[in-house]
């Protein structure tokens, strides 16, 4: 194959492997969004106000300043009135007992109608949110199958150029292709083969330890491989930008412009591969 076609699969590999990663990354993304939305479901953002904590410190303080201004008025009245006789005080401590049963009954009954309506606003609120809920996982369980399907026809279509048989099996993956286009496009050789060839160059940096293979490794380094995996850095760098503008915007209910402009460029990317590779049939 010629040093120049070569090059343009090599990169058109490149491609679909980094989409294909992004659509991987973007899928992981929205299932654990729909996840965390289904067990938020049924758990209220603010908790109902209890009747008796609330009851009881107002009733405390409503009993206790009835209790202690009723003291006072009935010392007040012994000691100016001096009322004579057992009967006369057996009224009176009647009549304060009664005054502030009837004030904690009553205290007791404005506070139970305050918590009632502020419960009936928390439950709406509750309820509200717990319908907006329900509303995005079902939105987001449409956008998890549309990006899933996109991934397919991605697996579909890169799965298709390795058909060629171009790439050696070892060598079929993100990391590997990667670096393949980075020795063709930086000239350090012209052939996948061979002992100065793209294979060759890789097992040896593997060997030397100048590169990373695993993937999480390379998450994780990502800052650090720049240097040696310049390709591979450059892509996941890319798609994490793309994945980020999405996530904006991922936990709405419309459809906005991004996801929408996300989703159609998924869409030409895999058509013009299928496209390029028609043609270099």
Known sequence: MESGVLKEYIKRVYQ??????????????????????REARGKPLEQKESYDIVASILVAGWGGGAAASFYLIFYLLLNTFR?????????IFIVVTAAILII??????????????????????NQTTQNNRDLLCQELERRLE??????????????QYYQKGIIYQKYRNFIAVSSFYEYLESGRCSTLEGHEGAYNIFENEIRQNLILTKLDEIIVELK?????????????????????????NMMTLKENSEITAYNSSITAQNSEFLTWLEIWK
């Not at 009954?105 to 439950?123: G, P």
């Not at 995996?229 to 980020?244: H, P, V």
């Open 224 to 248: 650090n491989i720049q240097r040696n995996q310049y390709m591979l850095y450059t892509a996941i760098e890319q798609s994490n930008r793309k994945l980020d503008k999405y996530n904006k």
């Open 16 to 37: 679909l492997e980094a989409l294909q990663y992004e659509q991987k990354a973007l899928c992981k993304k929205i299932a654990r969004s729909i996840q965390m939305l």
């Open 146 to 159: 549309a990006a899933t399907g996109n991934l397919r026809k991605t697996q579909a279509i890169l799965g």
């Open 104 to 125: 904690i009954m009553v205290s007791k009954a404005l506070t139970n109608q305050k918590v009632e309506r502020r419960n009936q606003i928390i439950q709406a609120k």
């Open 83 to 91: 009322f004579p006789g057992f009967m006369s005080l057996l009224l």
